[in-house]
């Protein structure tokens, strides 16, 4: 944060996002500062949030479909991360 500069708040997508308002600073890109965890998940890049990672989950124990993929996932998560330990 720059003391004294004026800031802009715009909500776009469930996102509120600041920025600053005048010259020179205007041209410093806007950044998150809340909104629906959701929305600033996808906002970040991600695909899930903590919460709907927990739902699939839960789903996954009484869908055989959803976990033989979660099973096959899990797997490679775990062939991954050990190939770039």
């Not at 629906?36 to 949030?49: E, H, M, N, R, V």
């Not at 919460?51 to 062939?79: R, S």
Request: a negative charge; one cysteine or more.
């Amino acid at each position: 944060m720059i003391p004294g500069e004026a800031l802009l708040y715009t909500r776009a997508n469930g996102v509120v996002y600041a920025q600053y308002r005048d010259p020179p600073h205007n041209t410093i890109p806007r950044w998150i500062i809340g909104g629906d965890p959701g929305a600033i998940a996808k906002a970040q890049g991600d695909l899930l949030d903590y919460t709907e990672w927990q739902d699939l989950c839960t789903l996954a124990v009484t869908n055989p479909t959803l976990k033989k993929l979660m099973d096959k996932l899990v797997n490679t998560y775990y062939m991954v991360k050990e190939e770039h330990q």
